[in-house]
């Protein structure tokens, strides 16, 4: 049945944000900014209590979220039904499958109706599991919460979390005393929010994050003292250089790793050592990469070293980890990228992709022998992981397809034997059978070949009238997994081709394949989407003005640039937390993510070619006076990554400039960051939104 709703040229007139010239030169390039005062000049302070917002700021930004609503008037009652749709396809009170470590097996699971996560735990043979944490309880009277790091003390009598309540990702972490349920005095503010405990359970090590939101600082915090007098470990004086906690599957030591997007140093921590010092493992050097993990008298290094642009693994002494005592104990090969891998007493496990298909290889470390688990689908998603303990035979894998729902299976690496523990329930529903995944490849106006893969209804017609949906992201080395998202099927039932393009800026085809979309080579992500479109309609999947494209953060960067390029390919365009400013804000080195954003971009204020490259596809910079498709802006006003203000300047400026298409819509969440809304279920209403735009966008709704 169709259904008829107000189409978008019904819509009052759209806002207009007033225009005040702000101009400076670069470079000898005249740059002329007219919304350049949407950003708050106490953007710090708005963080952390979005109330002190500049009035004028926040009469616009309240004027966009009222067109938003007006132009999905009359929608209200479809995007309930969408939500309740998405919802019945969800096991609302579903639950990880338990992890071991000593005593317990650790689990989170939701209750029915619940928001967000309880943190839990059961004997490890079985029994009565106790609720360590519940995410429900602690959300109540907030308008936001995000629940950080949930990490047990080794001695299992206390677990260190953290909360964000404003979604500006500031976290603070409290340490709850599992015995009583109550927590300790000890309140450690202005994190990333994660812990990593000392062995002993008398403290822990957090990293503290500076006046600009940048994690900088590893500081030690014992129990029952102030923080006032936690020690700094470790200070990065690099403002491109961020930090993160990790450690050693053996538990040996805590890694404090400072790194940015092509460049990475590790120091080691004696974890039993309440007083230890870090130790360098090797000098950062300029595009080296490297990761470490521990066994017996060495370490094992994860490294991109002598040429090994795909990554090799390498193992050095612990006494001696510098790279002159490297040696190769995975070789390099070429075309198969090594994403990760994890060292257990008795086994070296690693995940690997060769053309944007992965597989996970166990080596034995005793004889060298190798098996691959592996699939047969053309797409699909894999990952592993190792679970608490080091001394262990057992890993579990995770696979899903976009036609197939995930499966949680525990390798038996002795014997080979694999066991279900858990596959994902659709309690509305779902025959895999009634779908077709495949994979397809656009060329490149290049000619190099882009991945797409895509899920359909069996038997639609491929006469190019199915609407499609296509998403991509490309940036930062990250890679689109294939795998299983009940949300789409709102949109694959009624008709859509949902497809992923595979483009480059990730490492879906290796290392490669990252830097060919990066830096100057950037523009190579842009003309791969617009390709893998064309693609889709050469193919008989979709057709021009069919098509409505998806994106988010450097993906909606990737949709500005999109809608500049090649506007008639769009029907419609969904950009989330778009980067769209990126000229000024890589100008900007307060913002807290601009010093380590210059190694993926470039720094145009330092730099004249990496100045020119940025201007030449800045979406802000390059809107034109042409027809654009419609489209949908979403961001969080609390976001410390994609600031508000850069979707704010780019659809003003869209509806000062376009001549014609739209509309532009702007939806801001005032109480919301860089995620948007944490609960599950109010993430649901904003992906009914996006579907109901895109439905908007092909002509209608069908139920």
Same mark, same amino acid.
């Not at 096991?91 to 939701?110: I, M």
């Not at 470039?602 to 034109?624: C, H, T, W």
């Given at each position: ?62 004027? @966009?979220?009222?067109?938003? &609503? ?83 003390? %080794?001695?299992?009598?206390?677990? /260190? ?29 202005? *994190? ?23 994690? =900088? ?85 994860? *490294? ?37 891998? =994890? ?10 992709? @060769?053309?944007?298909?992965?597989? =996970? ?24 992981? /190792? ?62 070949? =882009? ?28 890679? $689109? ?9 709102? #949109? ?22 990252? !830097? ?5 080579? &950037? ?25 409505? /494209? ?6 909606? $960067?990737? !949709? ?25 804000? $890589? ?5 807290? #993510?601009?010093? %380590?954003?210059? +190694? @993926? ?17 800045? +979406?802000?910079?390059?809107? &034109? ?20 203000? @850069? %979707? ?10 376009? *001549? ?16 948007? /809304? ?26």
């Amino acid at each position: 049945m169709n259904l008829e709703r107000p189409p978008f040229h019904l819509l009052p007139a759209a806002p207009t944000t007033p225009a005040k010239p702000h101009v400076f030169d670069i470079h000898g390039v005249r740059i002329q900014d007219d919304y350049a005062w949407l950003k708050a000049e106490n953007w710090r302070e708005v963080l952390k209590d979005p109330t002190v917002l500049d009035s004028e700021i926040r009469t616009c930004l309240e004027e @966009e979220n009222a067109y938003a &609503k007006a132009a999905f008037s009359g929608t209200e009652e479809f995007q309930a039904r969408l939500v309740a749709e998405m919802r019945g396809r969800i096991k609302e009170d579903d639950s990880t499958v338990p992890e071991p470590d000593g005593p317990f097996a650790y689990f989170t699971r939701y209750r029915e109706g619940g928001q967000h996560p309880l943190v839990c735990r059961q004997p490890r043979d079985g029994g009565p599991e106790t609720i360590m944490l519940d995410g429900d309880k602690e959300a109540e009277g907030q308008p936001f919460f995000d629940l950080g790091g949930a990490d047990h003390s %080794p001695d299992h009598r206390l677990i /260190a979390w953290g909360a964000d309540i404003k979604g500006s990702e500031y976290f603070t972490i409290r340490v709850r005393n599992l015995e009583n349920g109550t927590d300790l005095p000890d309140e450690v503010r202005q *994190t990333s929010g994660g812990a990593v405990w000392l062995n002993d359970s008398s403290g822990f090590y957090y990293v503290e994050l500076d006046e600009n939101h940048r994690p =900088v600082r590893v500081k030690r915090h014992l129990l029952g003292s102030s923080t006032d007098r936690d020690q700094v470990i470790y200070e990065e004086q690099d403002p491109g250089f961020f930090v993160k906690l990790g450690v050693t599957q053996s538990d040996a030591f805590v890694l404090i790793e400072a790194s940015d997007h092509e460049t990475s140093e590790i120091w080691l921590l004696d974890r039993a050592d309440a007083s230890a010092s870090p130790r360098l493992v090797e000098p950062r050097t300029p595009q080296l990469k490297y990761d470490v993990e521990h066994h017996g008298d060495s370490l094992i290094i994860l *490294t991109n070293a002598d040429g090994s642009e795909d990554f090799k693994i390498v193992t050095a002494p612990v006494a001696t980890p510098g790279r002159t005592h490297w040696k190769d104990l995975v070789p390099y090969r070429p075309g198969t990228m090594i994403l990760s891998m =994890v060292a257990l007493a008795r086994y070296l496990v690693r995940l690997e992709r @060769e053309n944007a298909n992965p597989r =996970v290889v166990l080596r034995d470390f005793a004889t060298g022998r190798e098996e691959a688990v592996a699939f047969n689908e053309e797409a699909y998603s894999l990952g592993f992981s /190792a679970g608490y303990e080091f001394d262990t035979d057992v890993i579990r894998y995770h696979y899903s397809s976009m036609t197939t729902p995930s499966e949680v299976m525990d390798y038996d690496l002795r014997t080979g034997e694999r066991v279900l523990r858990k596959r994902q329930e659709v309690p509305s529903g779902h025959n895999p059978a009634d779908y077709v995944t495949r994979r397809l490849f656009a060329t490149a106006p290049d000619g190099e070949q =882009v991945p797409i893969s895509l899920v359909h209804r069996r038997g639609i017609a491929l006469d190019g009238s199915a609407p499609c949906l296509l998403y991509g992201y490309g940036s930062y080395g990250m890679s $689109m997994p294939a795998s299983f998202r009940t949300g789409v099927l709102s #949109l694959v039932d009624r008709g859509f081709v949902y497809a992923i393009a595979h483009i480059r800026g990730g490492t879906e085809k290796g290392w490669r394949w990252y !830097m060919d979309g990066k830096r100057e080579k &950037k523009p190579n992500t842009f003309t791969d989407f617009i390709a893998c479109g064309e693609a889709l309609i050469d193919a008989g999947y979709t057709s021009r003005g069919r098509i409505v /494209a998806h994106g988010g953060s450097a993906g909606g $960067m990737l !949709m500005g640039a999109a809608a500049n390029l090649a506007p008639d390919l769009f029907a419609g365009i969904i950009a989330e937390v778009p980067f769209v400013d990126v000229l000024n804000t $890589m100008l900007d080195s307060e913002l807290p #993510l601009t010093p %380590p954003e210059w +190694p @993926e971009w470039g720094n145009p204020g330092a730099d004249e070619a990496a100045f020119r490259s940025i201007l030449s596809y800045s +979406p802000y910079d390059n809107v &034109k006076p042409q027809s654009y498709p419609a489209i949908l802006s979403l961001a969080g006003l609390t976001d410390p990554r994609v600031t508000y203000w @850069e %979707p704010a300047k780019w659809v003003a400026r869209l509806r000062a400039t376009m *001549t014609g298409g739209g509309p532009i819509l702007f939806k801001l969440n005032m109480e919301a960051g860089h995620a948007g /809304a944490a609960g599950r279920f109010d993430r649901l209403e904003e992906v009914a939104l996006a579907y109901t735009f895109a439905l908007k966008c092909i002509g209608g709704f069908q139920s």
